[in-house]
Every structure is written in structure tokens, then in C-alpha cells.
Nanobody, 128 residues
């Protein structure tokens, strides 16, 4: 499956952005989706995950309560709504897909090595 991330941009602290992860070439509902980010000079870190059904989400503590992950399997797209953005959220954001066929509709994965496909990144810059 191919993934296309979009929606990044530059905002001031306190602002919002919505990232999209569009999938093609596979059955989107077979895949759990995750967002990761890499800030300048830092390692890639987990941001959020969603089960293949969309019924379960999980967030890194640094974004919990500010970010919301959803998906529309009919549109083959997952969305990350990012609110109350902080300068510390500045990073390149990557979406990834993990083949979760046979898993519970509530199952999600959070480790990058568990993901099978990666999209290109989209840059989010938050200024103070």
C-alpha cells in the first residue's frame, strides 16, 4: 500500500492543523495506521495510532488531549487533528500502516518496527 501524507504547514502556537494520510493500492481497512514525528536533531517518535476499525486510538502523552486521530475507510484516508499546537510539536510528521488482518477491531500498534508501510513526511512548524 502507498501512503501520502499532507496537511502540514506553519502556524502560531495555539493554532490547529489537520494532517491527512491517504492510502492507495491496498484494502485500507486491513491496516492500522500510526503517526510518528521527527523533530530537528531528534529521533523519530510515536505520536498516535488507530485500529483498523477506527474504534480504538492511542496517543503519546505529549499530545493526548490536544490531538485527535480518526479514519474514513470508505475514503481510504486517516486524519490527525492537531489543536493547541506548541513549538515543541515542530517536526516532520510521517504516517505508517501496519497489516492487522485477523486482529481485533480494537488492536493498534505503537512501535515503528511493527509498521509495514511508510509515507513521505509532511512538515509542521509551530512558532511561538
Amino acid at each position: 500500500v502507498q501512503l501520502q501524507a499532507s496537511g502540514g504547514g506553519s502556524v502560531q502556537a495555539g493554532g490547529s492543523l489537520r494532517l491527512s494520510c491517504a492510502a492507495s493500492g491496498g484494502t485500507f481497512s486491513h491496516y492500522g495506521v500510526g503517526w510518528f514525528r521527527r523533530a530537528p536533531g531528534q529521533e523519530r517518535e510515536f505520536v498516535a495510532a488507530i485500529s483498523w476499525s477506527g474504534d480504538k486510538t492511542h496517543y503519546a502523552s505529549s499530545v493526548k488531549g490536544r490531538f485527535a486521530f480518526s479514519r474514513d475507510n470508505a475514503k481510504n484516508t486517516a486524519y490527525l487533528q492537531m489543536n493547541s499546537l506548541e513549538p515543541e510539536d515542530t517536526a516532520v510528521y510521517y504516517c505508517a500502516a501496519a497489516d492487522l488482518r485477523g486482529y481485533s477491531m480494537l488492536y493498534y500498534v505503537t512501535q515503528d518496527h511493527e509498521y509495514d508501510f511508510w509515507g513521505q513526511g509532511t512538515l509542521v512548524t509551530v512558532s511561538s
